[in-house]
Every structure is written in structure tokens, then in C-alpha cells.
């Protein structure tokens, strides 16, 4: 079985991690940064895949899946998070947010 | 505030940048050709191998995390009208 070269599957995973990177930088949504940080969050599970086939173990892969799960509890607690606030004070843009200033 | 969308371009293509020459510039010391066993062509029973024997101890802190921020989402998300 002929193999892409690993540099694919890490310039890939750059690119995902890149796309998400400018998500969480330029939108004002809270439920869209969450979107872009389980971009970035992914983009770590396809190198920890990539790297777990390339060495011949499944470490990674394993990791991965913690790395999914723990993923999947930040976004709820996140949404949670992002519906308590909106209805509390009927907003979901980070920069109209200040309730954590003191 | 508004938003300025260049600067934040301008450092996700810099990273991008100084990410991909990294990759680029390294030599992966990797297998030329995937390890393929036909005897076995699936890797779910060896994920669960090592789920249960090396990484017993992450898998159920793992399940108690998902636990809490499972019951912490529904009572964040629940409201307080409903008590």
C-alpha cells in the first residue's frame, strides 16, 4: 500500500488549524468561535492520526478519541454557557459582552 | 469594536507560513510504505486493547469528566424559570 507522504496529512491539519486560527480572530459569535475552535481541535486529532499510522501504533489514536470526547464536553458546556447568556442578557456577540469585568 | 479582518489574516497566513516550512524543512523519520497485517485489517480491537489495559486509568477519568460537563451544560442550559 503506497503511503502519502506525512507532510500531506501535517500541511493539511496547518491549513485546518490556520482556517480556525482566523474563525476565532475575526468573528464576533460566540457559537461561531466555538465552531472554529473544534476546527483547531481536529486539525490536532488528524496529526495525532497521521502520526499514529506513520509509526506503526495506536497511541494516537487513542488519544485522539480522548481528544474527541473531551471536545464534545467542551462544546456543551460552551453552548450551555452561551445560552445562559443569552438569555440572561439577550446577546451573543463576545465584543457586547462585559459581564466578567470587575 | 470593530473587527479588523487584515491583521487577523496576516497572522493565520503567518502561521500557516512558519508552520508548513517546519513540516517542510523536516525529515520525518517515518515508514516508506504503511504496515498493512491481512490477517487483521481492522484497528478497532487494538484501540480497544489499549483502551482497556494501558489507558484504563484516562478512559475513566474520561467518563467522569463527560459525566460532570454533561450535568453541567443541563443545568447551565435549563434556566432558572423551571426550578
Known sequence: MTAIPLTFYLGLAA????????????????????????????SANLNLV??????????GQVFAIFSIALAAAEAAVGFAIFMAIYRMHD??????LNILRW | MRINRLPALLVALLFVAVVVTGIFGTSWN????????PADP???EGIGMLIFTQYMVPFEVLSIVLL???IGAIYM???EGNR
Not at chain 1, 50 to 59: G, H, I, P, R
Open chain 2, 77 to 79: 442550559a435549563k434556566g
Open chain 1, 50 to 59: 497521521a502520526f499514529s499510522s506513520y509509526t506503526d501504533t495506536l497511541n
Open chain 1, 91 to 96: 446577546k451573543i456577540n463576545l465584543d457586547e
Open chain 2, 30 to 37: 517515518t515508514v516508506s510504505e504503511l504496515p498493512e497485517n
Open chain 1, 15 to 42: 491549513l485546518l488549524f490556520s482556517i480556525g486560527l482566523y474563525g476565532v480572530m475575526t468573528h464576533k459569535s460566540g457559537i461561531r468561535i466555538i465552531m472554529c475552535i473544534e476546527l483547531m481541535l481536529n
Open chain 2, 42 to 44: 481492522s484497528n478497532i
Open chain 2, 68 to 70: 460532570a460537563s454533561l
